[in-house]
């Protein structure tokens, strides 16, 4: 009979009143009023206006140590969350119904602590309620929201393997459904303790408790579906123990142990390192045996895991022929097709089987390929598909004899990088995940012709001939055809063509020492191939059979000279007769190898060559031979020859360095003259000490246009003489900003102008560069003061002095600005302007030698030249000391001023005087 609306009220109050007092009684009721009672009317129960705040008074009684009390409590709350309606509303009981003052921890934190009491059907009851709200998704995910989940995994991984039966059956339970989820499992296997859990999930299923070994089952296959759970289950050393006790659970004459068994071994299966361990089990035959027999299992659900792992374990290779193999799986799953000996399969199930009955027959044998020729260098394949079993992909591999050219599901398929007119091979077979058919029968095709390779060993005779040219060769190694010819290429140009019986070949009418390049191509009915490389060949080469120098003497007579020649030492062919030539002119035709010249002029020198005419009319002619007519047959002959060239030579380059030095001394003099004058200049300037060149300077300031000034005061700059080549370069300024301040630096740290110079420079547009070119009185038209008129013509003489007049400065400031010195020598050096040295000590020295070269000179002017002898050739060759010294004296002056005009004076006196 159903209480009162006044005892409900009254006894929902006590619970959210946690009256102690009465818990007992109100618990003791509320215990047989679920007990009784339906989900419906424990729903509505719940929907009373105190029913909030009394199940959060039930909650709050958790925390007594009233062990009895809380044992009470927690049957009650397991009890509600059995029905999915009551649980929803137990999960969402506000957490503030508490009085003030009290404890109120959460229902899961409260929970958790009774996992770890000392009273087993209290941790029973406890893992029970939490195994009752993990059942629902919502369940679930409030579960793993819970701060005390952490501390809540490894306590219920100790208790699957507690001896307590029904303790370890609920906490095994509770793992198993929070697998049921993506977030559980990540959540387990992030777990710090996830190692010390998966090891006791494997032992509990090992252990003798059914319950417990069941729900373990079920938590190991759900993490064998994932990769990252499966490999540390997989790693660890007591896996093998586990796979042990899964194929006695699959023996267990209870349906739950079997059904869960099966479902592990499909999530195991499914994998290719699951696959593999299954197989290579020392049960794998006992568990392929039961599995066939558990598809007709009376639990539907049994059945079709069995089912579901015999295709698993058909999806790879191995496993397709081991149940091949196997004594009786092939045989009763086709039986169980066709549905004989009463047994009849629901049509889902029936499904499942059928298709792994498909995946083991065996693919069939394929007709040969279909080929067809498409060019020289490729083929097309095409052949007839099969069927595709459901659930596998079949494809095709095509064989090119021994190698595979092509995988895939297509039945057509162009095969290339082919050989010219070469025979192939070509087999099919169909494949699939699980299977390899056999080799269809062989299909033969020869590829097109194409056109052939290069011919090999082309060469040529070695052998040169008068007008021709003859080379060899043989097959290309590569014909990719029928050959019909050869084509033969000279210089680019074929110049034959000949049959393919002929491997060598003459090229007539050529002229002599004329170079040919060789090429040859094969042809085929493709067309002309590729040339061979290139050889070079010659004809004949006339200079290869020079005859000697004809031989002179002479005989006393001041107007004779003997000639006689020999034979070529190599000859070109039958010598037809001789032809003396005497500078230029043939003055001799004949076969005789000798002929004196007469009426020749005394002492001069003649030429002599000797030609050689074959009897085939080709002429090679010797190098010159030379002798003065009149002159003596003996061995100093040419050495004077040799000093009458050196004599004469050295006359005409002493005389032309003799005019230069001239012009040189002449210039010497005027810049020392300006030098004197500019020294003059500087001493009248006295000794006023360098002027200031800061830019706060009003005459300074008004030198520079206003936006170089601002940026220089811009960039820290007080004063222009500071500037050096780095910190003017670090400016970026632009090309006509540069050419300013070079112009204004050069005024200020070179020639140190005064200031109001510098401004009035800038105010006339001068150039303070060119200042070398003005003349006196253009320093005087000019609208200065006479002071600065005077100190501006000092700069100008200084200027002058530090060029020669006739070089133009150039107009980019930065080839000034790289080279700069302070004596801007070292400059114009660089750049080779013929530049006379400011060296003062320098000039002295040069003008000296100027004056004893002279003398040099002068002193050799009355030397004979007919009546001079040996000895005096070699008197002039040797030098005396002095003048040995003199000249180390001079080298060692003009090598420290390195300028252009002076290297060649040095050139010329090592070499000759």
Not at 304 to 323: D, H, I, N, P, Y
Not at 734 to 750: F, I, M, P, Q, R
Request: a negative charge; glycine letters at 6%; aromatic letters at 6%.
């Amino acid at each position: 009979m159903d209480p009162s609306e006044e005892i409900i009220d009254e006894y929902l109050k006590y619970l959210a009143d946690r009256d102690v007092y009465r818990a007992p009684t109100v618990l003791s009721w509320f215990t047989d009023y679920i007990d009784t009672h339906n989900e419906n009317a424990i729903y509505k129960l719940l929907q009373h206006s105190m029913a909030s705040k009394a199940i959060a008074g039930l909650v709050d009684l958790l925390e007594f140590d009233d062990e009895s009390l809380t044992e009470s409590v927690v049957h009650i709350l397991g009890t509600i969350v059995e029905h999915p309606r009551c649980r929803q509303y137990v999960l969402e009981v506000p957490r503030n119904t508490a009085t003030v003052g009290q404890n109120n921890p959460t229902l899961f934190t409260a929970l958790v602590n009774m996992l770890m009491s000392d009273d087993k059907n209290v941790v029973m009851n406890s893992a029970g309620t939490i195994a009752n709200i993990a059942e629902s998704p919502e369940g679930r995910l409030w579960i793993l929201q819970q701060a005390a989940f952490d501390d809540a995994l490894p306590i219920l991984g100790v208790l699957t393997v507690d001896p307590h039966q029904w303790a370890a059956s609920n906490a095994a339970l509770v793992i198993a459904r929070l697998t049921l989820s993506q977030e559980g499992i990540v959540k387990i296997l992030s777990h710090e303790r996830c190692s010390f859990v998966l090891t006791n999930l494997c032992v509990s299923l090992c252990g003798h408790n059914p319950g417990s070994s069941m729900n373990s089952a079920f938590a190991v296959g759900r993490l064998l579906e994932r990769e990252d759970a499966r490999s540390k289950l997989l790693a660890m050393k007591n896996f093998k123990n586990t796979m042990t006790a899964l194929t006695k659970m699959l023996y267990n004459k209870e349906s739950g142990p079997r059904k869960n068994a099966c479902f592990a071994f499909s999530c195991l299966a499914n994998s290719k390192e699951g696959h593999s361990r299954l197989l290579g089990n020392v049960n794998s035959e006992l568990i392929l045996d039961q599995l066939v027999r558990l598809i007709t299992d009376p639990d539907d659900e049994t059945a079709w895991f069995a089912a579901v792992t015999l295709r698993a374990v058909s999806s790879q290779k191995e496993g397709v022929f081991r149940l091949r193999d196997h004594k009786s799986v092939f045989s009763v799953l086709k039986k169980l097709c066709k549905e004989t000996g009463g047994v009849k399969l629901k049509s889902d199930l029936l499904k499942e089987v059928k298709l792994t009955v498909e995946i083991l027959g065996k693919l069939p044998k394929l007709a040969p390929p279909i080929l067809t020729s498409i060019d020289e260098f490729s083929v097309s394949a095409r052949w007839d598909g099969v069927i595709a079993t459901p659930g596998s992909r079949t494809s095709y591999q095509l064989f090119q004899g021994c190698t595979c050219v092509y995988q895939g599901s297509k039945t057509s398929v162009k095969v290339s990088n082919l050989r010219p007119f070469t025979s192939y091979v070509f087999r099919i077979r169909a494949t699939n995940s699980s299977d390899e058919g056999p080799y269809s029968g062989p299909a033969l095709i020869t590829t097109n012709e194409g056109v052939p390779g290069p011919p090999a060993e082309v060469s040529s005779d070695g052998k040169p001939i008068h007008n021709a040219v003859k080379i060899m060769w043989s097959r290309p190694p590569s014909p990719n055809g029928t050959l019909t010819g050869y084509n033969i290429y000279a210089n680019g140009e074929r110049v034959a063509v000949v049959g393919i019986d002929k491997f060598s070949y003459t090229i007539k009418d050529q002229p002599h020492s004329k170079s040919l390049v060789i090429q040859i191509a094969a042809t085929t009915k493709a067309g002309e191939g590729e040339k061979s490389s290139p050889i070079t060949c010659s004809t004949l080469n006339l200079s290869d059979y020079p005859p000697k120098k004809p031989i002179l003497s002479t005989s006393g007579g001041s107007n004779e000279i003997n000639v006689s020649w020999i034979d070529p030492p190599k000859q070109l062919g039958l010598i037809d007769h001789y032809e003396l030539v005497m500078n230029g002119e043939v003055v001799y035709t004949g076969k005789d190898q000798g002929f004196r010249v007469s009426n020749l002029e005394p002492l001069k020198e003649y030429t002599f060559n000797i030609r050689v005419v074959t009897a085939e009319g080709y002429v090679v002619e010797s190098e010159p031979a030379k002798k003065r007519a009149g002159s003596k047959d003996d061995e100093l002959d040419a050495e004077r020859e040799k000093l009458y060239r050196a004599k004469d030579e050295m006359e005409a380059r002493l005389k032309a360095e003799m005019d230069r030095l001239r012009a040189l001394e002449a210039q010497l003099r005027q810049e020392e003259m300006l030098r004197k004058k500019e020294m003059d200049h500087r001493l009248s300037l006295g000794s006023r000490g360098g002027p200031s060149y800061k830019l706060n300077d009003p005459n300074v300031a008004a030198s520079l246009s206003g936006s170089l000034l601002a940026k220089l005061r811009a960039a820290g700059i007080t004063d222009l003489s500071t500037l050096d080549e780095q910190s003017i370069l670090a400016l970026n300024l632009s090309e006509d900003e540069l050419n300013e301040l070079l112009g204004a630096v050069y005024l200020a740290k070179y020639l140190k102008a005064s200031p109001e110079l510098c401004a009035a420079l800038k105010r006339l547009g001068q150039d303070p560069l060119t200042l070398w070119k003005l003349q006196y009185q253009d320093v005087q038209n000019m609208d200065l003061s006479e002071k600065l008129k005077k100190e501006l013509f000092g700069h100008v003489l200084n200027q002058r002095n530090s060029f020669v007049a006739n070089v133009e400065i150039p107009t980019s400031r930065k080839i000034i600005l790289k080279g700069w010195k302070d004596e801007n020598l070292a400059f114009l050096q660089r750049h080779e302007y013929d530049l006379v040295t400011q060296d003062f000590e320098s000039k002295k020295k040069l003008t000296k030698y100027i004056d004893k070269l002279r003398a040099v000179v002068s002193s050799k002017e009355g030397m004979e030249d007919e009546d001079s002898d040996l000895t005096d050739a070699q008197e002039f060759r040797s030098l005396s000391p002095d003048i040995a010294k003199f000249k180390e004296e001079w080298l060692s002056i003009m090598r420290d001023l390195e300028v252009p005009a002076q290297e060649k004076l040095i050139d010329l006196l090592s070499s000759k005087l």
